[in-house]
């Protein structure tokens, strides 16, 4: 019987140790009380959201129809083909070519005015002119030196001349083209009438004669000779800055 009791209380223990160890894994395993408290999400914080600012975004204008129409565009090009007179890189070029001119800077550096008119005046014709420039002009300060060519040209493309030692000698202005050469090419290539009205009744070019002298809007509908036309119209300088205003008109 001894033996039995013995074999009784052994198991007896047997099972204790492995409930003691079921139960430390149990612990182990099971998770903090603190970090499920953690985990465990509360009420939410009441939040007083201000009204947010309102912002109004301006779409872009529509293009006008106006701003579409083809003396519109026709007399955008007008714009474009003034400017190219001034700033193209034919104007560059003929400058910088007779920049380079040295019995010009010679002259120039005599410092007489009539040594400079006699050479500009000696060039112009034979060379420069056929470098299709339409007038030469040079100014030091506000003084004259010399000025020779066409009248009334557009704005002309400048500058500076020095000597070798780097001392100014004056500043020279090329144009390549004046107001009727710009009034008959876009006449030729485009179908629209120019004109082209500076300071002085003199100062007046038009594709269409019966124009040049008629009273014009600067856009909107107009009748000449009994012909009904559209008009549009931009500004722009000539020599010396002469203020100019170059009409578009179109059949309408």
């Known amino acids: ?21 079921g139960c430390a894994a149990a612990a182990a395993t099971a998770p903090p009380a603190t970090t499920a408290a953690r ?17 109004t975004t301006t779409a872009p204008a529509p293009a006008t129809a106006a701003a579409s129409t083809p003396i519109d565009r026709l007399t955008a090009t007008a714009k474009r083909r003034y400017a190219i007179e001034v700033h193209g890189g034919v104007a560059i070029g003929t400058l910088h070519r007779v920049g380079r001119d ?13 040594t ?6 000696q060039k112009f014709r034979p060379v420069w002119y056929h470098w299709h420039v339409s007038r030469v002009r040079i100014v030091n300060g506000s003084r004259v030196l010399a000025d020779e060519g066409v009248p009334f040209v557009v704005a002309p493309s400048e500058m500076t001349l020095r000597s070798a030692g780097g001392r100014t000698l004056g500043r020279l202005q090329v144009s390549i083209q004046d107001e009727i050469g710009f009034v008959r ?3 030729r290539n485009y179908p629209v009438d120019v004109v082209v009205r500076g300071q002085g009744a003199g100062h007046v070019r038009a594709s269409l004669p019966a124009a040049a002298n008629a009273k014009l809007p600067s856009r909107g509908p107009v009748t000449i000779a009994g012909r009904h036309y559209l008009v549009r119209s931009f500004h722009q300088t000539a020599l010396a800055g002469e203020p100019v205003t170059v009409w578009i008109l179109t059949k309408g």
């Not at 040295?102 to 009539?114: H, K």
Request: proline share 8%; aromatic share 4%.
């Open 1 to 21: 019987m001894s033996r039995l009791a013995n074999s009784r209380r052994a198991a007896t223990g047997l099972a204790l140790v492995g409930l003691a160890s």
């Open 39 to 55: 985990s465990t999400p509360g009420p939410a914080p009441a939040v007083h959201a201000r009204p947010l600012p309102t912002t």
């Open 102 to 114: 040295a019995g010009l800077r010679r002259a120039l550096a005599t410092g007489n005015a009539a």
């Open 116 to 121: 400079v008119r006699a050479y500009v005046r």
């Open 185 to 187: 090419y876009m006449h």
